[in-house]
């Protein structure tokens, strides 16, 4: 009994989508929301229950405004960063928030360090093993 084998067609190859990191609403918006979260945790935990003062709303705007900059930056070079490169710069930049955040309550700076860098070390791990996994 003879059997019967299937042949490989040959199919024509796609071209791959052009690649458009940066330039989506997305990569403004996310950056911004996160800026206004911080900014408004800062000035929430600087206030502390009692009156607000211009100083408070400074530290929240000035905050806020400083890490919407520096996560957009993040956002449009992290392509051009080999992968451990971009790992460490978002576990600097996560590692770097909790820090200043928890040293608002009035935590030490030896306290508010070692949260930080252990955000930041997970952070770090999270995001290598992202760009690890998905990237070509």
């Known amino acids: 009994m003879a059997t019967h084998a299937t042949m490989p067609t040959r199919r ?3 071209a791959p989508a052009p690649a ?5 609403p997305l990569a403004w918006m996310t950056p911004l929301a ?8 800062a000035f929430f935990i600087k206030r502390d229950g009692g009156a607000t003062t211009g100083g408070q709303i400074w530290l929240g705007v ?6 919407a900059v520096l ?13 451990e490169l971009r790992a460490a ?9 909790i820090g200043f955040l928890h040293s608002l309550n009035g935590n030490s700076v030896l306290a508010s360090g070692l949260l930080g ?3 930041g070390a ?10 690890y996994t998905r990237e070509n």
Do not use: D, E, K, N
Not at 89 to 97: N, T, Y
């Open 12 to 14: 024509p190859a796609r």
């Open 20 to 24: 458009r990191h940066g330039h989506t």
């Open 89 to 97: 710069g978002f576990g600097v930049l996560a590692g770097g928030a």
């Open 34 to 41: 996160l800026g206004v979260i911080l900014g408004f945790w």
């Open 122 to 131: 997970g952070m770090f791990c999270t995001m290598f093993y992202v760009y």
């Open 117 to 119: 860098l252990v955000v």
């Open 71 to 83: 996560c957009y930056a993040l956002v449009q070079i992290r392509w051009a960063l080999p992968r």
């Open 62 to 67: 000035i905050s806020g405004v400083a890490f």
